[in-house]
């Protein structure tokens, strides 16, 4: 049990760049979620899903896409990098979306040049 | 909206002391949630203990509780007999009833005097 894992753990990217920020979990969890985690910010909801085929936005959802074709991946892909994206970003998923636990993965920080 | 809120950049302990960290949220909703998430050096969100809004009594979680004061809105954390790992990012964080989305605050740092 793998639990919830992100790829690349670290990436650095030119603006104008896209890139896709891989996410998996294999604890059959229907929500997850990206976050985005900036110094003096805490972290902040990119967006979310509830289950396969259906997401919504969250707090910061401008510059990111998602999907979720299946229900153990959830990706997060950035059309056109910007320095505003540097960050490190965070998946997180739960069992029901009144699942009490969030189990995060263990970020990934992207660097836009 | 919601807000969460931690007045603590940086907070620091001696070893088998205790601390408290503080945090306060504004919301006008009846049904939610607060967490203690705690994030150390090797940056892995982990989960410290929650508390449900309906429930009077505090939550403990070994060394760890809290103290709930719901008309207050306030919703401080309780570290008792310090240990050098429990030094860490530490962050407060929010949820209404009927949704997963999490609010975080912005964080304290901990620091731990051996």
């Known amino acids: 049990n793998a639990g919830v894992t992100q790829t690349p753990k670290f990436q650095v990217l030119k603006t104008g760049q896209s890139m896709t920020l891989q996410c998996a979990q294999d604890?059959?969890?229907?929500?997850m979620s990206w976050y985005r985690q900036d110094p003096g910010m805490g972290l902040r909801l990119i967006h979310y899903?509830?289950?396969?085929?259906?997401?919504d936005q969250g707090e910061v959802p401008n510059g990111y896409n998602v999907s979720r074709s299946t229900t153990e991946d959830f990706p997060l892909r950035l059309l056109s990098a910007a320095p505003s994206q540097t960050s490190v970003y965070f998946c997180a998923s739960s069992y029901g979306a009144l699942g009490l636990e969030q189990f995060f993965g263990p970020g990934t920080r992207l660097t836009v040049l | 909206a919601q807000t969460v809120t931690q007045s603590q950049p940086e907070m620091s302990v001696q070893e088998a002391e205790t601390v408290t960290l503080s945090c306060t949220y504004d919301t006008s909703e009846s049904d939610y949630y607060l967490f203690w998430y705690k994030q150390p050096p090797s940056r892995q969100m982990i989960l410290v203990i929650r508390?449900?809004?309906?429930?009077?009594q505090n939550a403990t979680e070994n060394r760890f509780s809290v103290n709930f004061q719901k008309a207050a809105k306030s919703f401080s954390l309780k570290i008792s007999d310090s240990q050098l790992g429990d030094a860490a990012m530490y962050f407060c964080a929010y949820r209404w009833g009927a949704t997963n989305k999490l609010i975080f605050g912005t964080g304290t740092l901990l620091a731990v005097q051996p």
């Open positions: 604890m059959n969890h229907e929500y």
């Open positions: 508390q449900e809004a309906y429930k009077q």
């Open positions: 899903s509830v289950g396969a085929g259906i997401t």
